[in-house]
T-cell receptor, first 111, second 115 residues
Framework: QKEVEQNSGPLSVPEGAIASLNCTYSDRVSQSFFWYRQYSGKSPELIMSIYSNGDKEDGRFTAQLNKASQYVSLLIRDSQPSDSATYLCAVKPGSNYKLTFGKGTLLTVNP | NAGVTQTPKFQVLKTGQSMTLQCAQDMNHNSMYWYRQDPGMGLRLIYYSASEGTTDKGEVPNGYNVSRLNKREFSLRLESAAPSQTSVYFC??????????????FGPGTRLTVT
């Protein structure tokens, strides 16, 4: 069973701080990795995708990938209350079309 | 572009009733997916369609059928609804991209209650 593990949280950070969200995966041949944000009662929204080792930055978001350690993380700089949501990690294993999702980490940013 | 659309947004069924959830995308994507999301269980894949004319089972296909009507539309049918099928259903679509990214984009969801 290929698994994607996330700390369910809740992770609570003060406004303006850096929020760090972590994800580990079991399938070594995984190729692509995604972070989705899901507000309560809404659908998942893609915020970052990464496929090569290292960091990828997009505005206040940085995705970090370490394939040797089977670890992917999302950093949110200058966290805002509007960042409060559940963050889902997803992994594309091998060459098929499907994604495997983690159960998500609930992030709360306190004003 | 509307992206991925789903109908209906909400539905209440009695046990044993049937219904079809509709999904359409206007992004010219090849692949489409149906997920269900339950508290504590995360997103689970029900069925997917890699391309027009093909469908495959996902993680939790029992009690469901699908039809890939054309490239734009992918429907999910519950033939005889059960309370265990109470859930939020999401449709998603994706297209091939460089580096095998296959980013998936989600519709707004259908909240289904079976009594």
């Amino acid at each position: 069973q290929k698994e994607v593990e996330q700390n369910s949280g809740p992770l609570s950070v003060p406004e303006g701080a850096i929020a760090s969200l972590n994800c580990t995966y079991s399938d070594r041949v995984s190729q692509s990795f995604f972070w989705y944000r899901q507000y309560s009662g809404k659908s998942p929204e893609l915020i970052m995708s990464i496929y090569s080792n290292g960091d990828k930055e997009d505005g206040r978001f940085t995705a970090q990938l370490n394939k040797a350690s089977q670890y992917v993380s999302l950093l949110i700089r200058d966290s805002q209350p509007s960042d409060s949501a559940t963050y889902l990690c997803a992994v594309k294993p091998g060459s098929n079309y499907k994604l495997t999702f983690g159960k998500g980490t609930l992030l709360t940013v306190n004003p | 572009n509307a992206g991925v659309t789903q109908t209906p947004k909400f539905q209440v069924l009695k046990t044993g009733q049937s219904m079809t959830l509709q999904c359409a995308q206007d992004m010219n994507h090849n692949s489409m997916y149906w997920y269900r999301q339950d508290p504590g269980m995360g997103l689970r894949l029900i069925y997917y369609s890699a391309s027009e004319g093909t469908t495959d089972k996902g993680e939790v296909p029992n009690g469901y059928n699908v039809s890939r009507l054309n490239k734009r539309e992918f429907s999910l049918r519950l033939e005889s609804a059960a309370p265990s099928q109470t859930s939020v259903y999401f449709c998603a679509s994706s297209a091939p991209a460089p580096n095998s990214l296959y980013e998936q984009y989600f519709g707004p969801g259908t909240r289904l209650t079976v009594t």
